[in-house]
């Protein structure tokens, strides 16, 4: 089944304010002057997509002595370094630290605390982190363990080769690790109103007066809590009848109980029905149980599901299948085309940083090693950041 194309999303929407630490974070990520290297005549293993998946399967092959490209049209390091883990769990800590802050006094006896505190250091904090972090991502690291690293957009333009910025990368195998995306919703007005993803989101250096978060899913919960505890007011609609639905249910109610006692409004059983700018406000209209309700918020954030990235990178030219859910793969993580697999988001349910590294384990051996690894002996663990 085949997707419509779209245009890529603007490069770099994940990096603002353009201060000290995101200035460092290109520079690492993504260097301004990079120059793209010539490439060898064919490569062991092309990579397209330096998230984790494509990181790990890049530097194992590397260590190994394949001849590897890696190919990234935007950040290296994926969500997880940018827009995923190191940015959330950052936020996370200082909002459990002004948690602790706010109610040391009466539980313990602290010194009280005082003001509102500083929102916009709890966000310079955690570009810093981020920045401070990306070398372990970066493209000169990657260069270093002998990885020709190109940035740009790659597409398949046969079955054993890629093209990016007018180059021909000749493989042996590639690996599509290409991740997901926020799933954009269909929300009537929503788009004209304007909202956050987990993309935008770690770019506000003001602290949203009214949070309303669409989804209450890991994304969801996660930020509802952590806002709140900075200081926002926060609502959760979920169309569900409880959040984090993929988890066990008992303990998905101890967690909603510690978000209301936190403050955040939970609305379950709901459905947006259409949301409408107002005054630089938005005002979201739902449904609960038949009947309708609104809720204005300043920011709206939303967290309902991921996409596939599996747009302009050819793979009809390669013979790759794929379709909503993302690219198609055996239990080996092998395509419709035998010498090209796929790991991570862009090919599995898990959408998850460990599950990615797991699988560019798993696509060396199976890829280069004539491997016999499977993907469905794996054993997912996931966690979610609430409290």
């Given at each position: 089944?085949?997707?419509?194309?779209r245009?890529?999303?603007?490069?770099?929407?994940?990096?603002?304010?353009?201060?000290?630490?995101?200035?460092?974070?290109?520079?690492?990520?993504?260097?301004?002057?990079?120059?793209?290297?010539?490439?060898?005549?064919?490569?062991?293993?092309?990579?397209?997509?330096?998230?984790t998946?494509?990181?790990?399967?890049?530097?194992?092959?590397?260590?190994?002595?394949?001849?590897?490209?890696?190919?990234?049209?935007?950040?290296?390091?994926?969500?997880?370094?940018?827009?995923?883990?190191?940015?959330?769990?950052?936020?996370?800590?200082?909002?459990?630290?002004?948690?602790?802050?706010?109610?040391?006094?009466?539980?313990?006896?602290?010194?009280?605390?005082?003001?509102?505190?500083?929102?916009?250091?709890?966000?310079?904090?955690?570009?810093?982190?981020?920045?401070?972090?990306?070398?372990?991502?970066?493209a000169?690291?990657?260069?270093?363990?002998?990885?020709?690293?190109?940035?740009?957009?790659?597409?398949?333009?046969?079955?054993?080769?890629?093209?990016?910025?007018?180059?021909?990368?000749?493989?042996?195998r590639?690996?599509?690790?290409?991740?997901?995306?926020?799933?954009?919703?269909?929300?009537?007005?929503?788009?004209?109103?304007?909202?956050?993803?987990n993309?935008?989101?770690?770019?506000?250096t003001?602290?949203?007066?009214?949070?309303?978060?669409?989804?209450?899913?890991?994304?969801?919960?996660?930020?509802?809590?952590?806002?709140?505890?900075?200081?926002?007011?926060?609502?959760?609609?979920?169309?569900?009848?409880?959040?984090?639905?993929?988890?066990?249910?008992?303990?998905?109610?101890?967690?909603?109980?510690?978000?209301?006692?936190?403050?955040?409004?939970?609305?379950?059983?709901?459905?947006?029905?259409?949301?409408?700018?107002?005054?630089?406000a938005?005002?979201?209209?739902?449904?609960?149980?038949?009947?309708?309700?609104?809720?204005?918020?300043?920011?709206?954030?939303?967290?309902?599901?991921r996409?596939?990235?599996?747009?302009a990178?050819?793979?009809?030219a390669a013979?790759?299948?794929?379709?909503?859910?993302?690219?198609?793969?055996d239990?080996r993580l092998?395509?419709?085309?035998?010498?090209v697999?796929?790991?991570?988001?862009?090919?599995?349910?898990?959408?998850?940083t460990?599950?990615?590294?797991?699988?560019?384990?798993?696509?060396?051996?199976?890829?280069?090693?004539?491997?016999?690894?499977?993907?469905?002996?794996?054993?997912?663990p996931?966690?979610?950041?609430?409290?």
């Amino acid at each position: 089944m085949a997707i419509a194309e779209r245009e890529s999303p603007a490069p770099f929407s994940a990096v603002r304010p353009l201060d000290e630490h995101n200035r460092r974070l290109l520079e690492n990520a993504h260097p301004p002057a990079w120059q793209n290297p010539a490439p060898k005549d064919q490569y062991h293993l092309v990579v397209i997509g330096a998230g984790t998946g494509g990181l790990v399967t890049a530097a194992i092959g590397a260590a190994l002595g394949a001849r590897v490209a890696l190919v990234e049209r935007e950040l290296m390091g994926g969500d997880c370094l940018n827009v995923g883990c190191v940015p959330s769990t950052g936020m996370i800590r200082a909002a459990r630290a002004w948690k602790a802050a706010n109610e040391g006094a009466e539980r313990f006896g602290a010194p009280r605390a005082a003001g509102d505190g500083d929102f916009s250091a709890v966000m310079e904090r955690m570009r810093r982190i981020r920045a401070e972090i990306s070398p372990v991502d970066g493209a000169a690291r990657y260069r270093e363990m002998g990885v020709d690293v190109f940035f740009g957009q790659g597409r398949f333009v046969s079955q054993d080769a890629v093209e990016v910025d007018g180059k021909r990368l000749r493989f042996r195998r590639a690996v599509i690790a290409t991740g997901a995306r926020a799933a954009e919703p269909s929300i009537p007005g929503l788009a004209e109103a304007g909202y956050l993803t987990n993309e935008t989101v770690f770019s506000l250096t003001e602290r949203p007066e009214h949070l309303v978060v669409i989804g209450g899913g890991p994304i969801g919960c996660e930020m509802a809590q952590a806002f709140r505890r900075l200081g926002s007011l926060v609502t959760l609609i979920q169309s569900g009848d409880r959040i984090l639905s993929h988890d066990d249910a008992e303990a998905a109610a101890v967690v909603a109980e510690s978000m209301r006692r936190d403050g955040v409004e939970l609305v379950l059983n709901a459905k947006v029905e259409r949301v409408e700018g107002a005054g630089g406000a938005s005002v979201v209209h739902y449904t609960q149980d038949g009947t309708a309700s609104e809720v204005t918020g300043t920011h709206v954030l939303v967290g309902i599901g991921r996409a596939p990235n599996v747009e302009a990178l050819g793979l009809e030219a390669a013979g790759v299948a794929y379709g909503e859910k993302g690219i198609e793969v055996d239990d080996r993580l092998r395509t419709s085309n035998s010498r090209v697999y796929a790991v991570g988001d862009v090919a599995s349910k898990y959408h998850f940083t460990h599950a990615a590294g797991a699988h560019a384990q798993m696509v060396v051996r199976n890829a280069l090693f004539c491997g016999r690894s499977k993907a469905s002996d794996l054993v997912m663990p996931w966690c979610t950041y609430t409290s």
